[in-house]
Nanobody
């Protein structure tokens, strides 16, 4: 059974930083056949891709976060991270961890963590 548990969200002022974590069980982030990602959903908006890691260490970022956010993983702890710098009010959303499991041919979601950027 795959479980993803996010943490690290909170309230931060514009220009500040946060690091989100996603701890996994039942699946290995290190497996290069899996695609691991962070999504976010703001009120009234559709869920959107923020950053993705695939084929090992290849990364992709949506344009609005490129240069400010960094996706990474710790294989020893089987944890996915999203380092968010220079946060803007537009980054306010619930952030979700996602993994597409190659073995199952399906995706799994965490429960989400709220990020609020406000002065």
């Amino acid at each position: 059974q795959v479980q993803l548990v996010e943490s690290g969200g909170g309230l931060v002022q514009p220009g500040g930083s946060l690091r989100l974590s996603c701890a996994a069980s039942g699946i290995t982030f290190e497996n290069t056949e899996n695609i691991i990602a962070w999504y976010r959903q703001a009120p009234g908006n559709q869920r959107e891709l923020v950053a993705r890691m695939y084929a090992g260490d290849t990364t992709y970022y949506t344009a609005s976060v490129r240069g400010r956010f960094t996706i990474s993983r710790d294989d020893a702890d089987n944890t996915l991270y999203l380092q968010m710098n220079k946060l803007e009010p537009e980054d306010t959303a619930v952030y979700y961890c996602n993994v597409f499991a190659a073995r199952d041919r399906r995706g799994y979601w965490g429960q989400g963590t709220q990020v609020t950027v406000s002065s």
